[in-house]
């Protein structure tokens, strides 16, 4: 037997009241009635006033449904993640009674209730439908914030805080140690001190290969270039000697 509850329509919050719709509840016809898409609640009440209510967060899924195979008219398809009926009910007293374990076994399960809302205007399913995004829209699921915490979960690595444990012998394992340009110099070992030896003598080397173009004095034997430009050497010194220097 379908759950329907002596309820006060919504008064405040309403997006869309539709009029003469149908609600078919896990395939049972329970009549023609009101649909009320409110911001907290989405509701439905037949001419008697009795109906029920749910709540935007049960709500799994919601659609326009046009394929008439599957259902004779087009309507608003709505899952919800609960049973509505007396024997739900009474199943969920009986839960509450479990231990975990077996309420954790009746959540796996995932019991689900179909609903379709076949309002007389079909013209009215896109305002329906869209109605039921806006007000679903302001009620997200709170797992899907937790995931989003859930994304970072490290801890940010303080130096100088590691630096003090490991002072106290607080710390296991190897901590990064930072040194200035002087006591790197000094943890060098002697084969390290060689190689940098060496590599400084070249790098000295380099700068002291002045390359020299149009006269200018270099410290290179050779007069030739890398772009295959040569100049005589013997021709460089006073080259510049007879120009005519505007005073």
Known sequence: ?????????????????QADTTAVLDGKRLGAGTLFVAEAHLSWFDGSGMGFCLEYPSISLHAISRDLSAFPEEHLYVMVNAKLDDEAEAEAEQQDKASDDEESDSEDSGTITEIRFVPSDKSALEPMFSSMCDCQALHPDPDDADTDDDDYEGEEYDVEEAEQEQGRGLVQGDVPTFYTYEEGLS?????GQATLERLEGMLAQSVAQQYHMAGVRTDVPSAEFEDGMEVDSNTVTGQFDDADVDH
């Open 1 to 17: 037997m379908v759950v329907l509850k002596s309820l006060p329509p919504p008064s405040e919050g309403v997006r869309l009241q």
């Open 187 to 191: 943890h060098l070992t002697a084969e």
